[in-house]
């Protein structure tokens, strides 16, 4: 019974290692062709361009930066309707009491100062808007995360 169970287990364990090895390769097939679409567009991008050997051989390849100019015109369009709101840190005072509005202001100028100045949110879009219009998909890495809840403070 013992023995039956231990076969059953590398059974299974080797089904599992052999479709994780499948998986893994398939994933690193999709991320190469990915990579290399990637690569081009940010080489277009900054005006590489492969070496021209057409009408003679190493001619001149001279290539107007067309690319980069539409890039920054439409992510400077789209950059704005990201931060066109400077307000975007909004909080409502949870007491009554008569100076709660005022702290809950005082708390979002604070808030919005750490995101301008020490989480650099402004670059954090331009960045993003900027790998979206090269090569269109754009990542954002959060290094914080978000919660919401009630802490009373006092200050």
Not at 121 to 145: A, M, N, Q, R, S
Request: net charge negative; glycine share 4%.
């Amino acid at each position: 019974m013992a023995r039956s169970m231990i076969l059953e287990d590398s059974r299974i364990e080797e089904d599992w290692l052999r479709r994780l090895r499948h998986d893994l390769t398939e994933a690193q097939v999709a991320r190469s062709n990915w990579f290399g679409d990637y690569r081009r567009a940010y080489d277009a991008y900054r005006s590489i361009l492969p070496p021209k050997n057409w009408p003679w051989p190493d001619c001149s390849n001279l290539a107007p930066p067309m690319t980069p100019m539409a890039v920054e015109q439409t992510k400077r369009r789209l950059v704005m309707y990201y931060v066109q709101d400077r307000e975007y840190i909004h909080l409502s005072p949870l007491s009554k009491a008569a100076d709660a509005l005022d702290k809950a202001r005082f708390n979002e100028g604070h808030l919005r100062w750490q995101a301008e100045n020490e989480l650099s949110y402004w670059h954090l879009i331009d960045d993003f808007v900027g790998e979206y219009v090269t090569g269109g998909t754009g990542f954002i890495y959060l290094d914080w995360c978000t919660s919401s809840g009630r802490w009373p403070t006092s200050l």
